[in-house]
């Protein structure tokens, strides 16, 4: 049973507030539940746009994980970086990112990268882009599975472009990218019967592609609800991003799933502006706001919390006449949505064996490193 204080810092009064804080143990067991959870590491894709960290990333490099995706020229730029072998920019460049994506490839030659399309003008832009730098650029065929932002609807419009990409000069087609987020019902027979249609179109529009006499395609697919499925697939390569640490919204949503939360925010009390009344160091800068206010952060130590409001700077929280909190206690924060939380730091602070004995940087979390 998991240690219910596994989130206090012995010397938690060295961190200034508000503060993300990863903890190195709890990532490493996610790193190794993650292989236990495929028969086939080499069929494992992590998104790193839940950690943006170089360090996190190096981990998974150390740990046998060679294939990354990614959403930003910066999370690709940080791949490089780290010397991952394998990198899917899983977005479709326009304007200058196809100039930043030309002087990525050429920094950093030790890494294969690819990115997505879904139409006719994105081909052509790509292949004169690759022509004129005198590369191969490998694509993928971005599809519309349910999500309904990016790719084309699977069918023989589908298959047509794919061929058309194929033939195009200076592009080398390495098969169809499927991301279904719409899918995360928490019922995992639920999830599975949706998932289940978008299988069957992805097994077929991959034999439809070798009938029709070009190579077998990969298919990168999913995310973290619906990666059990596909992990049982042999013929998929897998893309979970938040297994990495976890949050309180996945916690609670996907039971299945045994990964351990791996990251808090730490906040202190600023103000007791009423006796029931607790006002926080915790505004929109430094925790997910996407969600209602309900919904944005679970406190380990203060599971009870009504939230009344927060502000850029502030959270109000309704505790109870008989809190007993103090002005400078420490709440450690289980956030609702890691990824965006992620975001909003420069630097996570690193605790072994409820300590902080390190400080690793989110290095991707801007727009551009260097490219």
């Excluded at 992805?202 to 395609?217: D, E, W």
Aim: net charge negative; aromatic share 10%; with cysteine.
């Amino acid at each position: 049973m998991e240690e219910k204080t596994w989130y206090t810092i012995k010397n938690v009064a060295q961190l200034d507030s508000p503060a993300l804080v990863f903890y190195a143990d709890r990532i490493a067991e996610n790193i190794k539940r993650l292989k236990q959870s495929i028969k086939d590491i080499s069929r494992l894709r992590p998104h790193v746009k839940t950690h943006k960290s170089a360090a996190v990333t190096s981990l998974m490099i150390n740990a046998g994980i060679t294939k990354f995706k990614c959403a930003t020229i910066a999370e690709a730029e940080m791949l490089g970086i780290c010397k991952a072998p394998d990198v899917l920019l899983a977005y479709q460049l326009t304007g200058p990112k196809i100039d930043r994506f030309i002087k990525l490839i050429r920094s950093y030659p030790e890494t294969q990268f690819s990115c997505l399309f879904d139409n006719e003008i994105s081909i052509a832009e790509y292949s004169a882009a690759a022509i004129a730098a005198g590369l191969e650029l490998s694509v993928f065929a971005d599809l519309n599975v349910g999500m309904n932002r990016t790719g084309i609807l699977p069918g023989e419009a589908c298959l047509a472009l794919y061929k058309t990409a194929s033939d195009t000069p200076g592009l080398i087609v390495k098969g169809f990218h499927a991301y279904d987020g719409h899918i995360h019902d928490a019922s995992y027979d639920v999830r599975k019967e949706k998932w289940l249609p978008i299988w069957n179109i992805l097994s077929q529009i991959s034999k439809q592609v070798v009938t029709s006499g070009m190579p077998q395609p990969v298919i990168i697919a999913g995310g973290t609800p619906t990666f059990p499925f596909y992990a049982g697939e042999e013929s998929v390569e897998c893309s979970p991003g938040t297994f990495i640490l976890w949050d309180k919204g996945y916690q609670d949503a996907f039971t299945e799933q045994s990964y351990l939360t791996g990251a808090v925010v730490i906040t202190r009390v600023i103000s007791l502006t009423q006796d029931n009344l607790v006002s926080l160091d915790l505004g929109h800068k430094s925790i997910a706001a996407e969600n209602e206010l309900r919904r944005r952060v679970f406190f380990l130590n203060a599971p009870d919390a009504v939230f009344v409001s927060q502000s850029e700077e502030h959270l109000v929280l309704d505790l109870g006449t008989k809190h007993g909190f103090s002005i400078g206690d420490v709440l450690y924060g289980l956030p609702i949505h890691i990824c965006p939380t992620v975001a909003l730091y420069n630097n996570a602070s690193i605790a072994y064996n409820q300590e902080i004995k390190d400080e690793w940087e989110i290095t991707s979390r801007t727009r551009k490193i260097t490219i």
